[in-house]
């Protein structure tokens, strides 16, 4: 193996060849990324966008890593078309490069919302650097908001243009805010917190479409009632960008299908992160899962071993509200509530056992929580509901144990 190619330099990609160069690689990586921007971290663009970002404040890397591992990185480069068969990439200059591994990274992007009028001004979905300068130079102090989604990124564009003055509705389709993601106790945790920063939600609503001449004046609404705003943000979700692979022949279905190895149904061709779904799963959109998945990649070609798997987790940040959650909920999971050091704690239990936990402004909780999932120790309901229970100190004494039977092995 001389030469990796990794198309895509988001969270996974740049994580890949990092992770590459850790585990010893010393031949080729060649880092093709269509952006022409330092690659950098995403999430901040919905959370801090009205905070005047730069290339350099969220940079992944600084620019002279790359260097300093010896990682090419090909900014502003797109990829045309994957020979899997003689194992080439054939770039958007014509330049035909090579591989004897190739990762592909190349994330997703957002769902469009295909009703009149979706091209007028002032209608902004945040994906790159790009979109979050665009709508920070439409935040201004008393005009009108329209959130299309309650999801993570409509719920934190919200609260942060909230936060600044601006008048700000959500549109929700399900009766609570991220009720796909959450469980109904910290939805309407969540419901209850967006009340009370100001914003109006509306439940069950339908977009039909936007009105004005060239810039937006209002959103037409399903049951036929005009909205009026100065600015729209879509929030409705993402669609992984399997295009490139589905072109080369590769198995797709909501995203690149992948094995447990992160391998594609091509030889010598793998995808991580946002852009993959492992066979039987879900896929994830989150940035420990693209972070994981990069170093098991990293591993498995440097013939390392395999890497212990950690049980997926997510954050967000609302305005003030610091929801993170580890392990996949089922709607059928039995939820019980907790408030613990002032925040609300929502335990998830699958036939008996912890399989997940939320919690909103409790971090000593959620890292107790990581511990114990990752640990794959049984928690029963009946434990956690024993009187005097605390799911913290549950955790430490995990983490004694576990240390006392290594220094005895």
Not at 48 to 73: H, N, Q, V
Request: aromatic share 4%; glycine share 10%.
């Amino acid at each position: 193996m001389e030469r990796v190619a990794i198309v895509g330099a988001g969270h996974a990609g740049v994580q890949a060849a990092a992770s590459l160069r850790d585990e010893g690689f010393g031949g080729d990586i060649e880092l093709v990324n269509a952006e022409s921007a330092l690659p950098y971290h995403r999430p901040p663009l919905s959370k801090r966008f009205a905070e005047g970002l730069t290339d350099e404040a969220i940079a992944l890397r600084p620019a002279a890593f790359y260097a300093a591992e010896d990682i090419r990185l090909r900014l502003g480069t797109a990829v045309e078309e994957i020979d899997a068969r003689r194992q080439r990439l054939t770039l958007r200059t014509g330049e035909q490069l090579a591989y004897d591994q190739l990762i592909l990274a190349t994330g997703s992007r957002n769902r469009r919302l295909a009703v009149p009028g979706a091209e007028l001004n002032g209608i902004v979905s945040i994906r790159d650097l790009g979109d979050a300068y665009r709508l920070a130079s439409s935040v201004v102090i008393g005009t009108r908001a329209f959130v299309v989604g309650a999801g993570y990124l409509g719920l934190e564009v919200a609260a942060v243009l909230a936060r600044r003055g601006v008048k700000v509705t959500v549109a929700a389709s399900r009766p609570l805010p991220l009720g796909r993601s959450v469980s109904p106790e910290t939805a309407k945790v969540l419901a209850a917190a967006l009340s009370d920063m100001g914003i109006e939600t509306i439940v069950g609503a339908s977009i039909a479409g936007f009105e004005g001449d060239t810039c937006l004046s209002g959103v037409r609404l399903g049951d036929g009632s005009l909205s009026e705003t100065e600015l729209v943000v879509i929030g409705i979700g993402a669609v992984p960008n399997v295009e490139l692979a589905d072109h080369a022949g590769l198995a797709v279905d909501d995203g690149i299908l992948v094995n447990e190895a992160l391998a594609t149904s091509a030889a010598n061709i793998s995808a991580i992160g946002d852009c993959a779904r492992i066979r039987g799963c879900s896929r994830l959109e989150s940035v420990a899962n693209a972070t994981f998945q990069a170093r098991r990649i990293a591993a498995r070609l440097c013939g390392k071993p395999d890497l212990t798997p950690e049980t997926p987790w997510f954050w967000s940040d609302i305005g003030e509200f610091k929801l993170k959650m580890v392990g996949v909920r089922q709607p059928d999971d039995v939820v019980q509530t907790l408030t613990v050091d002032g925040g609300h704690v929502a335990l998830c239990f699958r036939d008996g056992q912890l399989a997940a936990v939320e919690t909103i402004n409790a971090n000593r909780v959620h890292v107790a929580a990581r511990r114990i999932l990752d640990a794959g120790v049984p928690l029963g309901m009946d434990v956690a509901n024993a009187p005097g229970f605390d799911i913290v100190a549950h955790a430490k004494a995990l983490a004694a144990r576990a240390a006392e039977g290594f220094r005895a092995a």
